[in-house]
Antibody, heavy 123, light 109 residues
Framework: QVHLVQSGGEVKKPGASVKVSCKASGYTFTGYGLSWVRQAPGQGLEWLGWISAYTGTTNYAQKFQGRVTMTTDTSTSTAFMELRSLRSDDTAVFYC????????????????WGQGTMVTVSS | EIVLTQSPGTLSLSPGDRAALSCRASQSVSSTYLAWYQQKPGLAPRLLIYGASSRATGIPDRFRGTGTGTDFTLTISRLEPEDFAVYYCQHYGSSPSITFGQGTRLENK
């Protein structure tokens, strides 16, 4: 049974960085890519980027280029998303989500999602 | 960048009704790369439809996706109480790789 379990909520000050983890189980971690998606309070879904857990290749949304870094630790089947230079409008729930197909390029629907991590940016 | 526009913003219906949710792309897209998600308050989105018309695992057959080109529709044939939620369409075939529509809220009248 596929599970993606994310780290707990964070409160950060403007200008700080946050690193969210996503631990996978129930499938071959290195067989799939993972996307990160965020949702501001009361708002829609926004894609931040994608990482291949088999090659480490990343693809970031242009809006977040230079401010986001996605990595994986295959030894623990965990993916990480770090967002830097936080602003108040970065306050959101951040989700990790798995590609539906193995060994894809990130152009895929997302079939399993983590439970979400609330990141609050406030002075 | 492909922009997805969903309509209506809010749809008020009753259990047993038929719901039709629209997703319009700013340019023609391959139906291979169009998905629909359902999201309930406090929960992560759930994949309903991929490839415009294929139901994801465990999704009841009252959910049906159709469309090509720029116009796509999610139809729920007979609404169940658990179907009232927010629905998002998603395109996943270009750069940036993934974009979402702004969502349609399906509320119980």
């Amino acid at each position: 049974q596929v599970h993606l379990v994310q780290s707990g909520g964070e409160v950060k000050k403007p200008g700080a960085s946050v690193k969210v983890s996503c631990k996978a189980s129930g499938y071959t971690f290195t067989g799939y890519g993972l996307s990160w998606v965020r949702q501001a309070p009361g708002q829609g879904l926004e894609w931040l980027g994608w990482i291949s857990a088999y090659t480490g290749t990343t693809n970031y949304a242009q809006k977040f280029q230079g401010r986001v870094t996605m990595t994986t630790d295959t030894s623990t089947s965990t993916a990480f998303m770090e967002l830097r230079s936080l602003r108040s409008d970065d306050t959101a729930v951040f989700y990790c989500a798995r590609d539906r197909f193995a060994y894809g390029s990130g152009k895929d629907a997302l079939d399993f999602w983590g439970q979400g991590t609330m990141v609050t940016v406030s002075s | 960048e492909i922009v997805l526009t969903q309509s209506p913003g809010t749809l008020s219906l009753s259990p047993g009704d038929r719901a039709a949710l629209s997703c319009r792309a700013s340019q023609s897209v391959s139906s291979t790369y169009l998905a629909w998600y359902q999201q309930k308050p406090g929960l992560a989105p759930r994949l309903l439809i991929y490839g415009a018309s294929s139901r994801a695992t465990g999704i009841p057959d009252r959910f049906r996706g159709t469309g090509t080109g720029t116009d796509f529709t999610l139809t729920i044939s007979r609404l169940e109480p658990e179907d009232f939620a927010v629905y998002y369409c998603q395109h996943y075939g270009s750069s940036p790789s993934i974009t979402f529509g702004q969502g349609t809220r399906l509320e119980n009248k």
